[in-house]
């Protein structure tokens, strides 16, 4: 019997012949990622060895700069780690800093048929690189830190065959939420993207995809190796590697397919992600506070070029705070060079310094009672980006800068045709 992309990666990690759902493997694991909330003091304990220093990157990224003593504390305590093992992979404030799983796609980090680790939920963004890549609990990073291994339980595989081509004011997040809004939770599955619409989406565009799985549920989200993921890795990361095909008689749990070119803007509606979208026309209308433009998922040089092409020439409205993060320092400068940074200032953005800021209510735009913000974001739970009380509407750059230019939930083909 045939494997799926996770399955093939297991197998070949684990030295076995084979895996089929419900195996419990144990896994070599190639890149384990630190973060600064895993030095938070309620969290780490001194390690004294570590397996390889090549295989540890660490970065600070959820909250930069620190905004409290206990934030600032742990940056230190992770700049001691760094020092103490000679870690050469580490990213600080301002030295190339980024969200953890922006700097994966920034710098080659995650190769095809490898196993990458963090304990951050959406750290299956890594797997548009043809990889596998999970967010674990806290002792399990420091396990696979110290012994270079961890375990996993293989599961069922869902398969998306895309099919043709997003129309201009049409996102990979719209995908998703479309994926999210029919298909509801993956728990315990793990993700397949695939065919020819692929080509099509760039890879920022993919890994919107992989790192909104997360919300799903699934363990793995993975996409199929072409000629553009090749091009992309080979420009950053000379090692070398192979691409992890599925076989094509791999049996998958359901294998649906979604084309592209019919989706329209969908809005995901407060308190939850799965089940909850509708076309943005129904939600139009509705006042908000704050618009916010950012995280692992949607702070790419596309996202942040398209909310440009948006509001060029525009103002945002009165008493709306816009609020744009671009995900790491690397795509902070490229979107300074095409000019799309100063577009959004000129209209009437704040841009933040590269964090997870106010996606998981840390800083940078944390909300208040009552108030209403729309997100690119990876979450719209209750109190996820403030006040228990305020509401989080999710939904595409485009959407999200079309209706901070009107205070109000917007269609974005009304700017962009």
Same mark, same amino acid.
């Given at each position: 019997?045939?494997?799926?992309?996770?399955?093939?990666?297991?197998?070949?990690?684990?030295?076995?012949?084979?895996?089929?759902?419900?195996?419990?493997?144990?896994?070599?694991?190639?890149?384990?990622?630190?973060?600064?909330?895993?030095?938070?003091?309620?969290?780490?304990?001194?390690?004294?060895?570590?397996?390889?220093?090549?295989?540890?990157?660490?970065?600070?990224?959820?909250?930069?700069? =620190?905004?409290?003593?206990?934030?600032?504390?742990?940056? &230190?305590?992770?700049? =001691?780690? /760094?020092?103490?093992?000679?870690?050469?992979?580490?990213?600080?404030?301002?030295?190339?800093?980024?969200?953890?799983?922006?700097?994966?796609?920034?710098?080659?980090?995650?190769?095809?048929?490898? &196993?990458? @680790?963090?304990?951050? %939920?959406?750290?299956? %963004? #890594?797997? &548009?690189?043809?990889?596998? #890549?999970?967010?674990?609990?806290?002792?399990?990073?420091?396990?696979?830190?110290?012994?270079g291994q961890t375990w996993f339980r293989c599961g069922e595989t869902v398969r998306y065959e895309l099919e043709g081509k997003l129309s201009p004011a049409v996102t990979a997040k719209d995908a998703f939420l479309q994926i999210a809004g029919v298909?509801?939770?993956?728990?315990?599955?793990?993700?397949?993207?695939?065919?020819?619409?692929? !080509?099509?989406?760039?890879?920022? #565009?993919?890994?919107?995809?992989?790192?909104?799985?997360?919300? +799903?549920?699934?363990?793995?989200?993975?996409?199929? =190796?072409?000629?553009? +993921? %090749?091009?992309?890795?080979? !420009?950053?990361?000379?090692?070398?590697?192979?691409?992890?095909?599925?076989?094509?008689?791999?049996?998958?749990? !359901?294998?649906?397919?979604?084309? @592209?070119?019919? +989706?329209?803007?969908?809005?995901?509606?407060?308190?939850? /992600?799965?089940?909850? %979208?509708?076309? &943005?026309?129904?939600? #139009?209308?509705?006042?908000?506070?704050?618009?916010?433009?950012?995280?692992?998922?949607?702070?790419?040089?596309?996202?942040?070029?398209?909310?440009?092409?948006? /509001?060029?020439?525009?103002? /945002?409205?009165?008493?709306?705070?816009?609020?744009?993060?671009?995900?790491?320092?690397?795509?902070?400068?490229?979107?300074?060079?095409?000019?799309?940074i100063q577009t959004l200032v000129e209209a009437g953005a704040m841009i933040a310094p590269p964090t997870c800021g106010a996606c998981g209510g840390g800083h940078?735009?944390? @909300?208040?009672?009552?108030?209403?913000?729309?997100?690119?974001?990876?979450?719209?739970?209750?109190?996820?980006?403030?006040?228990?009380?305020?509401?989080?509407?999710?939904?595409?750059? !485009?959407?999200?800068?079309?209706? =901070?230019?009107?205070?109000?939930?917007?269609?974005?083909?009304?700017?962009?045709?």
């Open positions: 019997m045939g494997m799926t992309i996770a399955e093939k990666i297991l197998a070949a990690k684990s030295g076995r012949k084979a895996v089929v759902p419900g195996d419990v493997v144990t896994v070599d694991v190639d890149t384990v990622i630190l973060f600064d909330n895993n030095f938070m003091p309620t969290n780490w304990r001194d390690i004294l060895k570590i397996a390889d220093p090549e295989k540890i990157v660490v970065t600070f990224d959820h909250r930069v700069p =620190a905004p409290t003593q206990q934030a600032a504390a742990a940056q &230190v305590t992770g700049r =001691a780690f /760094v020092k103490k093992f000679g870690i050469k992979r580490f990213h600080d404030v301002g030295h190339n800093q980024g969200i953890s799983h922006q700097l994966v796609a920034d710098y080659g980090y995650a190769l095809p048929g490898s &196993v990458l @680790l963090c304990s951050d %939920s959406h750290t299956c %963004s #890594a797997g &548009v690189f043809n990889c596998l #890549a999970r967010g674990v609990g806290g002792p399990d990073i420091i396990y696979a830190a110290i012994k298909h509801g939770a993956h728990a315990t599955m793990n993700v397949e993207y695939g065919g020819p619409g692929v !080509a099509s989406l760039s890879i920022n #565009a993919r890994k919107t995809l992989t790192a909104m799985s997360a919300e +799903l549920s699934a363990e793995f989200a993975t996409f199929e =190796a072409d000629d553009a +993921l %090749s091009e992309w890795i080979r !420009a950053r990361n000379p090692a070398p590697w192979s691409p992890v095909r599925p076989d094509a008689d791999a049996k998958y749990h !359901a294998v649906r397919k979604v084309d @592209l070119s019919a +989706l329209a803007p969908l809005v995901a509606r407060p308190d939850s /992600v799965v089940n909850n %979208s509708q076309p &943005v026309g129904e939600a #139009a209308g509705t006042r908000i506070n704050q618009a916010y433009i950012g995280s692992c998922a949607n702070g790419t040089q596309d996202d942040i070029e398209l909310a440009a092409k948006v /509001v060029k020439g525009r103002r /945002v409205a009165s008493g709306v705070r816009f609020i744009v993060i671009p995900a790491s320092q690397v795509v902070y400068r490229d979107t300074l060079a095409s000019g799309a940078m735009g944390v @909300l208040g009672p009552e108030e209403v913000c729309i997100t690119s974001s990876t979450r719209n739970f209750k109190g996820r980006m403030g006040d228990p009380s305020s509401q989080v509407w999710m939904a595409s750059p !485009a959407t999200v800068a079309a209706s =901070a230019l009107t205070g109000t939930i917007t269609d974005p083909r009304e700017f962009l045709q």
